[in-house]
């Protein structure tokens, strides 16, 4: 069959998002299906396809996958009305490709909200299949952050029940968002859920080897946060916990911040102003660049903001590519994550809005390398059982043939 597939931020593994959109089409290919993405433009994601100058966007083959790309710009540092006008801009481009193009199938994921509003299109224009995938519940995250406007909160309250409710089937990233669908949808819709997953072969266990970056030494400690910089992640946490690593002289534990968002420049003015010098913060990284740096790591942060609707409702690719890579994780947010991380012994978790607790947390990783190197171990052994992405493609690929 030939799926007609929305991702506003599809990337491959030459860009610096994650890339589950890239490897589930490439499954659907390898099953003999057809596959056509849309995505949007973003700063990090050059894909270099030919201009179709009549349609309006790029199209052109990625590793056999068809892709239109729509030259519609998008960061991560844009404010909430570029944010939400780019999200309107995609939607419609989307119903119109969705209304012009032949395919048996539409798959649309989140985030934004808006990727499914071409699939209800399909789905009652056209009468297509209409899959739909949830990486984040709407409007409760935006709601938890602190948004206060009763009609953009209606709004995505709205769309959220008549995207379920248009939808023959749902995923969901994590046990929280699973339950969420169910419900908000209609008794019996076949919902499954498939969590982010890890990659394998990129990103695994590398030779102790020093990490080459300026103001680390080969004696140090190194622990990494690596994805984007903005209120949901909650990365004051780690300052506060950098500013008692300080206060107790451990200057041999280092803690990178790798990724961009609208809170960085805040993040590093901070660090300056209190001259956190055991803070180090990169720009974006490419996957395949990110995967050796991330296997040569003493330990991953796995960090968020301290709210009750994260707990169970989110699926962050990093913790997956910390574990694939055979490291530690440090997690400071209770939930099904901090549960994984206490069950297999594969790291640290610690209470939110704790940075004494946060920062002896990294104290001890420090000071105790076998048990260090035991969590890495069981680390890796859990990505391979549970979260292995050919495994989760597969599970992918058949869920979408049986709604057909």
């Not at 935006?142 to 995505?156: E, S």
């Not at 048990?371 to 391979?384: D, F, S």
Request: proline residues 6%.
């Amino acid at each position: 069959m030939h799926i007609l597939y929305f991702h506003q931020h599809f990337a491959t593994p030459q860009g610096t998002s994650g890339t589950r959109s890239y490897e589930f089409a490439r499954a659907l290919l390898a099953a003999g299906h057809q596959v056509t993405m849309v995505r949007g433009e973003n700063a990090f994601v050059r894909l270099n396809l030919p201009y179709d100058q009549r349609a309006g966007y790029y199209r052109g083959l990625v590793d056999g996958i068809d892709v239109i790309s729509l030259p519609l710009s998008y960061s991560n540092r844009d404010s909430l009305q570029q944010r939400t006008l780019s999200f309107l801009r995609f939607a419609w481009r989307s119903v119109l490709i969705s209304l012009r193009e032949q395919y048996d199938l539409v798959f649309a994921t989140s985030t934004p909200l808006t990727a499914g509003i071409p699939g209800i299109a399909a789905r009652w224009l056209r009468g297509k299949p209409f899959i739909f995938e949830v990486r984040d519940l709407w409007p409760e995250l935006p709601r938890a952050l602190g948004m206060r406007n009763p009609f953009l909160l209606g709004g995505m309250s709205l769309l959220e029940w008549l995207t379920y409710q248009s939808a023959h089937a749902c995923i969901g990233l994590s046990p929280g968002i699973v339950a969420g669908i169910k419900r908000r949808s209609q008794r019996g819709k076949p919902v499954a859920m498939i969590p982010n997953g890890c990659d394998l072969e990129l990103f695994k266990p590398q030779p102790e080897q020093r990490i080459e970056l300026p103001g680390i030494s080969e004696v140090d400690f190194v622990a990494a946060f690596t994805g984007s910089h903005g209120i949901a992640n909650g990365l004051d946490a780690v300052l506060d916990a950098a500013a008692i690593l300080k206060q107790r002289g451990a200057t041999t534990i280092k803690l990178l911040f790798i990724g961009d968002g609208n809170q960085k420049d805040a993040l590093v003015q901070r660090a300056h102003r209190q001259q956190l010098d055991n803070c180090i913060f990169l720009p974006p990284i490419a996957k395949t660049e990110l995967a050796a740096l991330i296997g040569r790591l003493d330990c991953g942060l796995m960090i968020l903001k301290n709210l009750p609707a994260f707990y169970y409702g989110t699926s962050p690719n990093k913790f997956f590519d910390y574990i694939a890579a055979g490291i530690p994780v440090l997690n400071n947010y209770p939930g099904w994550l901090a549960n994984l991380i206490s069950e297999h012994a594969c790291g640290v978790a610690v209470a939110p809005d704790a940075p004494v607790a946060f920062a002896e947390g990294l104290l001890w990783l420090q000071a105790n390398p076998a048990e260090r190197q035991r969590m890495g171990l069981n680390a890796r052994a859990l990505a391979e059982k549970s979260f292995a992405r050919e495994k989760l493609a597969r599970e992918f690929v058949s869920f979408l043939e049986d709604q057909v």
